[in-house]
Each structure stands twice: as structure tokens, then as C-alpha cells.
């Protein structure tokens, strides 16, 4: 049961334009969510964070949106780079404490030079 | 820098040997750390959460007596692959966390049985 989908395996975007990254849920009592960046071989890197009493944050190029009712939330890279192109995981989890994190199937990032 | 320290970072060796898998939280005290694994194009797998001081919880399907972890102390949890197997060839990882905090990754060890 993928609790946490990320439906596009890849993507493709010109350098300087927006990258959209988009990811699905499917357990409510996530409340935390968060997207990793990923390159072969290493571990996942921390990006971003948005709790569910937001529907937005922003950090540099970086801005989460999230949406409640449709347990939709999107990464939204501006301008895109080539030091951008990777893997980008999204997760889940329920916030307090020490809570596992469910990832999702992470999405191919290629920006175009 | 890193925050979380994971040593060795790829491994090779013979069917039926047992491998030790370190990782450390170099910035803070990590009461729970978490292993992961993954397969090739394929995404993050939790095995299980180690507890500082106490028996780990392990995920549905993973084997405890295959991989052993113990959390000795408050910035180091280790995780054993007891007679490994081809098998169990994979990129295991390691995480740790402050409280309510995103969790920080280790670099990954590259497990390769032959």
C-alpha cells in the first residue's frame, strides 16, 4: 500500500524555468511533509518542510505548497539549474515526537542546460 | 556539514559473513534513528526505528534475527546483516532526528554480497 505517490518517475525542464514536482497522499493523519533531494549513491538530503497548518512555504528557489482537502502537495523550484537535476523524494509523517517517515516513489529531475 | 555520519560507505564481501553498519549523529542526540533500504530505482524502504536503549521496532516482513540493531547510546546505532546472503545486496541507510525535527540522512553504505 504506497501511502505517499509521486506519479511522474521524470521530468524534464529547461535551465531557468519552473520545475513542478508533484506528489499524492492517502493517510490522513500525515501531517508533516517534507521533500528530500537525492543524487546516486548518497543519502537523501533534506530540502524543505511544510506542517499542515500551512498551505505554503518558501525557502530561496524553493516553495511547498500544500493542499488539505486533496492530499496533494507540490515542489516548486525557480529558477531551475542543472546542479538541480536528481531524484526528489517526497515524504510523509505524523509531526511531535520521533515519527517514521514514509517516502514516496520519488521523482527523475533533468534540467536542461 | 554532514549531520549524520554512516561508516563503511560500500562493502563487499563473501555469502554467509556477517556485515556491522555504523551510523552516528554528529550534531545532536538521536534518542530514535531509523534504516532504510533500497533497491535500484526504487524508493527509501524504513526496516526499522532504532530506540536508544531498547529493543528496535521493526517493520512488517523485516527479518530481526537477519538484521540486528542496537542503539547503544545516544549518537550511535549500529545495524548487523547477519549471514548475508546475495540477497540482501543493497544501499542501506541510516537517519536520525532532533525532536519533531526532519530527519538527516547518512551517506548510504553500498552492500555487495558475493
Known amino acids: 500500500d504506497q501511502q505517499v505517490k509521486q506519479n511522474s518517475p521524470s521530468l524534464s525542464v529547461q535551465e531557468g524555468r519552473i520545475s513542478i514536482l508533484n506528489c499524492d497522499y492517502t493517510?490522513?493523519?500525515?501531517?508533516?511533509f517534507l521533500w528530500y533531494k537525492k543524487y546516486p549513491a548518497e543519502g537523501p538530503t533534506f530540502l524543505i518542510s511544510i506542517s499542515s497548518i500551512k498551505d505554503k512555504n518558501e525557502d530561496g528557489r524553493f516553495t511547498v505548497f500544500l493542499n488539505k482537502s486533496a492530499k496533494h502537495l507540490s515542489l516548486h523550484i525557480v529558477p531551475s539549474q542543472p546542479g538541480d537535476s536528481a531524484v526528489y523524494f517526497c515524504a510523509a509523517r505524523r509531526s511531535g515526537g520521533y515519527q517514521k517517515v514514509t517516502f514516496g516513489t520519488g521523482t527523475k529531475l533533468q534540467v536542461i542546460p | 556539514g554532514a549531520v549524520v555520519s554512516q561508516h563503511p560507505s560500500w562493502v563487499i564481501c563473501k555469502s554467509g559473513t556477517s556485515v556491522k553498519i555504523e551510523c552516528r549523529s554528529l550534531d545532536f542526540q538521536a534518542t530514535t534513528m531509523f534504516w532504510y533500504r533500497q533497491f535500484p530505482k526504487q524508493s527509501l524502504m524504513l526496516m526499522a526505528t532504532?530506540?536508544?536503549?531498547?529493543?528496535?521496532?521493526?517493520e512488517q516482513g523485516v527479518e530481526k534475527d537477519k538484521f540486528l540493531i542496537n542503539h547503544a547510546s545516544l549518537t550511535l546505532s549500529t545495524l548487523t546483516v547477519t549471514s548475508a546472503h546475495p540477497e540482501d545486496s543493497s544501499f542501506y541507510i541510516c537517519?536520525?532526528?532532533?525532536?519533531?525535527?526532519?530527519?538527516?540522512f547518512g551517506d548510504g553504505t553500498r552492500l555487495s554480497i558475493l
Open positions: 493517510n490522513s493523519m500525515f501531517d508533516y
Open positions: 537517519s536520525a532526528s532532533g525532536w519533531d525535527q526532519p530527519q538527516h
Open positions: 532504532s530506540n536508544e536503549g531498547s529493543k528496535a521496532t521493526y
